[in-house]
């Protein structure tokens, strides 16, 4: 075993570790929380050993990284999640590659998503990103969109063509009433997930949590959540 591949078998270890007593102190199964290891600024050969080591589910943010690394690893049974704000000149090159967008926020992204998808021949999973810190404005300080557009969004997205409405997902807030609250937020976040599983049954994904804090996400209800540097270390360059 390299050191690489045994860095990250410890790592990833220690990750199942604290999911799995996250799930036994919230009462739930460990096969209710799905782990996506979030793989940005680090090369296709980490997500090649994360795959031998059995990860299914990897994150990007940013397509000029993630598109060359998912053309790399197009051999490997991975699922790509792209969770970073998205741009509609993007928008192309992400169809060809995700399985999954995270971060849908807006009317124009979802017209640009259904139709790259249907020009692409494939179904796109998308979750909606809630900004929790967004207050009465329409966007967050790091994308999504308010509670209140949720449901206009949401039916959005489930009459576009090639989309697929999974669920939601949120970034705990910086700013605001839940700033160094996550547990509120993730918490308040299922409410929103509750409300909007009345009108569209099959959108059960919650996708919150990331290194920090994702023990509170389990806690509060979170079907999947994202972890980058407990698995892969700290990053450099971050920007």
């Not at 009459?159 to 509120?184: F, H, K, N």
Request: hydrophobic share 45%.
């Amino acid at each position: 075993m390299t050191d690489r591949k045994g860095e990250l078998a410890a790592n990833l270890a220690k990750v199942e570790e604290r999911i799995a007593a996250a799930c036994e102190a919230a009462g739930r199964e460990r096969d209710e929380v799905t782990l996506i290891v979030v793989t940005k600024t680090y090369p296709a050969s980490d997500v090649r050993i994360l795959s031998e080591l059995g990860v299914r589910h990897v994150a990007e943010n940013r397509d000029q990284d993630a598109a060359p690394k998912a053309a790399e690893c197009a051999d490997l049974r991975l699922n790509w999640h792209f969770v970073g704000q998205l741009q509609t000149n993007k928008v192309r090159s992400v169809a060809g590659y995700a399985d999954f967008v995270q971060s849908v926020d807006r009317a124009r992204l979802v017209t640009a998503l259904s139709k790259e998808a249907v020009r692409a021949e494939r179904e796109l999973g998308c979750l909606i990103q809630v900004a929790l810190d967004a207050g009465v404005r329409d966007r967050g300080e790091r994308g999504g969109v308010a509670p209140g557009g949720i449901e206009e969004l949401a039916d959005l997205v489930a009459g576009s063509p090639g989309l697929r409405l999974d669920g939601l997902m949120t970034v705990a807030p910086l700013t605001g009433e839940y700033a160094g609250r996550q547990r509120a937020a993730f918490e308040r976040l299922m409410d929103l997930s509750t409300a909007l599983r009345r009108a569209h049954p099959a959108a059960n994904m919650v996708s919150a949590g990331m290194s920090a804090d994702l023990e509170e996400a389990v806690a509060a209800g979170a079907t999947h959540v994202r972890v980058g540097t407990a698995v892969l270390g700290v990053r450099a360059g971050l920007g």
